[in-house]
């Protein structure tokens, strides 16, 4: 069963940090991109980071540069978003997406992504 399982979740207070994982299980992530999407309640699916399958190139939305870093250990099949400095604007349902490719680009079209895992829930609040 090929899957995609985030984990790393949970509260922390304002300015804290988080370490998110993503774990692949049934494939490997060799030749994939990897996503990360946040989900809001009430809004829709939005990208935050994103890494090519080479781990050489990284993109991340405006408002997470220089607080988020988003890398991966192929050898483990998983990637990790380290998160800092966390903001309330921050919480959200964070998901880990791969799509297959050898290019990097569109990485904030979720149409492009083959997998998704079930997300993993972030609550920042005092």
């Known amino acids: 069963q090929l899957q995609l399982v985030e984990s790393g979740g949970g509260l922390v207070q304002p300015g804290g940090s988080l370490r998110l994982s993503c774990a692949a299980s049934g494939f490997s992530l060799d030749y994939h991109a990897i996503g990360w999407f946040r989900q809001a309640p009430g809004k829709e699916r939005v990208f935050v980071a994103a890494?090519?399958?080479?781990?050489?190139?990284?993109d991340y939305e405006d408002s997470v540069k220089g607080r988020f870093t988003i890398s991966r250990d192929d050898a483990k099949s998983t990637v990790f978003l380290q998160m800092n400095n966390l903001k309330s604007e921050d919480t959200a349902v964070y998901y880990c997406a791969a799509k297959r490719t050898h290019g990097f680009g569109g990485n904030h079209l979720r149409q492009d992504y083959d997998y998704w895992g079930q997300g993993t829930q972030v609550i920042v609040s005092s």
């Open positions: 890494v090519s399958w080479s781990g050489r190139d990284t």
